[in-house]
């Protein structure tokens, strides 16, 4: 797999795939942050897929690119949440993943885009949801942000998912992958104090309902393992216990894991 980028993401892709899948290129630069991306960051990952495009046209090549399932795609009051219905982007960010998947649908080449809700695992950088939770719980210091809720997956699940999808020859579809369990914020908080000993401050700030449900119906048919992953009410502890406090700690000390497979950087 050539796999476009050095982040989190592509870390575990080089990892679990390396050299398979040489027809297939993973484009793993995108926006990280979906509240503070900016122009010059959204015209990066559009320049990274363009030109991935473009080599996988000449070289008869699988472009395989990472949307989002997160409220700046599915939040609207009328969308389902479902791959094939109406979306209305309720975010900059959730419209940009939006115009480059349908750059991506017309441009003539074979391509796989999985809208991806918030992953967590190793080596995650800090600025993304659970370790940022983390660090606030450490400081003492929480604001949280009352109705917000956020479905979790476990990054070695999505790694399964991907596996199976282009080992079974799924092309040219969106398919979403999450848990279909939109988590309380309040209830993450409160799990990461509870594996880490810590009873922090918390600043309640009220916003309006967000309890996005991203529809799994696709995934579940077309990845019959993921009906194994234990998507649903106990999802979230088994995160939780895998990824914060002592145990997460002790499993990822030393040094970063190599990036193996071909890589270009974004």
């Not at 395989?64 to 109406?86: C, I, K, N, R």
């Not at 999985?114 to 940022?132: A, E, K, M, Y």
Request: net charge negative.
């Amino acid at each position: 797999m050539k796999i476009i980028g050095k982040g989190f993401l592509a870390r575990h892709l080089s990892l679990a795939f390396g050299d398979r899948f040489p027809d297939v290129t993973a484009i793993a630069v995108g926006v990280s942050s979906t509240v503070h991306g900016t122009v010059s960051e959204f015209d990066r990952e559009a320049n990274a897929v363009y030109e991935v495009l473009r080599d996988c046209r000449k070289d008869g090549h699988t472009a395989l690119f990472f949307s989002t399932a997160s409220a700046g795609m599915y939040g609207a009051e009328d969308s389902p949440g479902t791959e094939d219905g109406p979306v209305f982007p309720q975010s900059i960010y959730g419209r940009h993943k939006l115009a480059i998947e349908a750059a991506i649908a017309a441009s003539g080449v074979d391509w796989l885009t999985l809208r991806l809700s918030h992953l967590v695992g190793d080596w995650q950088p800090p600025h993304q949801l659970l370790p940022f939770l983390v660090s606030m719980v450490k400081s003492g210091d929480v604001t949280v942000f009352r109705n917000s809720h956020r479905d979790l997956v476990d990054v070695r699940h999505s790694i399964r998912i991907i596996e199976h999808l282009l080992e079974t020859g799924v092309r040219r579809t969106v398919v979403n992958v999450a848990s279909g369990v939109p988590e309380p914020i309040e209830r993450i908080v409160s799990g990461i104090e509870q594996r880490l000993g810590v009873q922090a401050s918390w600043k309640i700030v009220d916003r309006p309902l967000d309890a996005t449900v991203v529809s799994t119906e696709k995934l579940r048919e077309l990845v019959p393992d993921a009906n194994d992953f234990g998507f649903g009410p106990d999802y979230l502890d088994a995160l939780l216990d895998r990824y914060v406090g002592p145990a997460a700690d002790k499993r990822i000390d030393g040094p970063t894991p190599p990036v193996g497979g071909e890589q270009v950087s974004g």
